[in-house]
């Protein structure tokens, strides 16, 4: 999918992506014949690109999760829709970890170069989810959490996604 070039009033706000994530995690009429379970692995696909911003939607069976990774140069956000999610974050990058359960209805939102990990750590429930980044994503870079604090694992592009 060919992508225009984002000006910077084209870009959304934190705020701006929590406000369409909470539109959309209050209309799953929309979106909710798209969920897929995946055993092998997080299932998710993009539901909406604009010139500015996507929207994902992602379900998580148990203890599946991202790892630590942030998103590159773009503003995201994302909300619950069913289940629960444990979000962590490193302050600072080498603070210990600090783990916030982020559960149905609740929307988290974040500036650039954000790293976090975010799992379902339920043992027996699913977990849906929709994400907004503006601009669209284009790179991440995963981390690996070591004693000293997260060290870069690898960056990925579009293309790996």
Not at 47 to 70: C, K, R
Request: aromatic share 8%; proline share 6%; charged share 20%.
């Amino acid at each position: 999918m060919q992508r225009s070039n984002v000006t910077e009033q084209e870009t959304l706000s934190p705020k701006q992506l929590a406000a369409e994530v909470r539109r959309l995690t209050a209309t799953p009429a929309e979106w909710v014949a798209r969920v897929r379970l995946d055993p092998e692995g997080r299932w998710y696909e993009r539901i909406h690109t604009a010139d500015g911003y996507e929207v994902w939607l992602i379900s998580w069976l148990p203890g599946q999760s991202t790892g630590f990774h942030d998103h590159g140069g773009s503003a995201g956000a994302f909300g619950v829709v069913w289940g629960a999610l444990d979000e962590c974050v490193v302050p600072g990058g080498s603070s210990p970890a600090l783990v916030s359960k982020v559960a149905s209805g609740d929307v988290r939102a974040f500036g650039p170069r954000y790293v976090h990990d975010v799992r379902n750590s339920a043992t027996g429930s699913v977990a849906v989810s929709v994400h907004a980044y503006s601009p669209p994503l284009s790179a991440m870079t995963r981390y690996d959490l070591s004693p000293g604090g997260l060290v870069v694992a690898a960056t990925e592009g579009e293309e790996d996604w």
